[in-house]
């Protein structure tokens, strides 16, 4: 069957001023930081695409270009045919973004999160409730939908975000480091669901530095080493002679001689 590409990437750059404070963390006197260096990449449809690479090497960055929360300062990238920076509200249409960091507002109960969203896609009364009624089962969120979120548990917490942001059934889902800060059991729910959405024919865009999660989930792989993709691959033909994390290892150990001349 031919693969359908559905995200292509093309010269992403994105350098950021350092504050002081900042140089002191990276333990650099440049000002500059180059966090994402002419960046190219193709995401196939019904697959799940890894970024993987060290801290700091440009992973969440790149997603937040892709999830059009910052703009690039070059270069594109197309989101099913839609354009990051000329189309930016047609990407938010078709994508889903989620990060651990995702923060939910206490006050409010999964129920009234779930409504609101909904709304804001411009979905009807009853799309919500047949929508709500099918995710809240999956999760497993049902005997909590009317607790505030300042009283849900992490993982639970965890559970409404990918909800609320999965609610508009979008084909592209751009999830940075999916398993951070998880317990084992939500863990295992979030990856299991990745996988349902990929056999659904959704495309799924995961960041991560866990190579256990990539050779799980993953069917290609980007190394990221400096904000520059090093290698990108099917995972399969990247690990046909050694394990990943070895693989890993001899990429950034090259990629760091010849950066360092
Ligand atoms: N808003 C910002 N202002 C200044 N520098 C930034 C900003 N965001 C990211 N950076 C810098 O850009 C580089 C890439 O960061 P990024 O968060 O994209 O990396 P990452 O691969 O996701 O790593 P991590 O797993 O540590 O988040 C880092 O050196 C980081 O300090």
């Known amino acids: 069957m031919e693969e359908r590409e559905i995200l292509t990437v093309r010269d992403l750059c994105k350098t950021f001023t350092l504050s002081k404070r900042q140089q002191k963390i990276e333990k650099t006197h440049e000002k500059k930081k180059k966090a994402v260096d002419h960046l190219s990449f193709t995401a196939y449809e019904g697959e799940i695409f890894g970024l993987l690479g060290p801290n700091g090497a440009g992973k969440t960055t790149t997603l937040r270009m892709l999830a059009t929360l ?11 045919g839609a354009s990051i920076v ?11 973004f989620l990060t651990s960091e995702l923060k939910l507002e206490d006050f409010f109960t999964p129920n009234q999160l779930f ?15 047949q929508r709500r009624a099918e995710l809240f089962e999956r ?18 917490k965890q559970k409404v975000s990918i909800v609320i942001s999965i609610l508009h059934d979008p084909s ?23 996988l349902e959405l990929r056999t659904q024919g959704r495309t799924v865009i995961v960041s991560t530095h866990i190579f256990s999660l990539v050779e799980k989930l993953c069917d290609r792989v980007g190394i990221l080493i400096n904000g520059q993709m090093i290698v990108c691959e099917p995972l399969a033909e990247l690990t046909k002679e050694k394990c990943l994390e070895d693989v890993f290892f001899d990429i950034y150990q090259k990629a760091a001689g010849e950066q360092n001349g």
């Open 139 to 156: 999760f497993g969120i049902g005997a909590f939908a009317e607790v505030k979120v300042a009283n849900l548990s992490t993982g639970m």
């Open 86 to 96: 000329t189309q930016p509200e047609l990407v938010r249409r078709k994508i889903g």
């Open 115 to 129: 409504q609101f969203f909904g709304e804001l896609h411009q979905m009807s009364r009853q799309q919500i409730e």
């Open 172 to 194: 592209i889902i751009i999830f940075d480091e999916p398993t951070n800060g998880l317990d084992v059991l939500t863990a295992k729910t979030v990856t299991d669901f990745l």
């Open 70 to 80: 910052i703009r690039p300062d070059s270069g594109d990238a197309w989101m099913d």
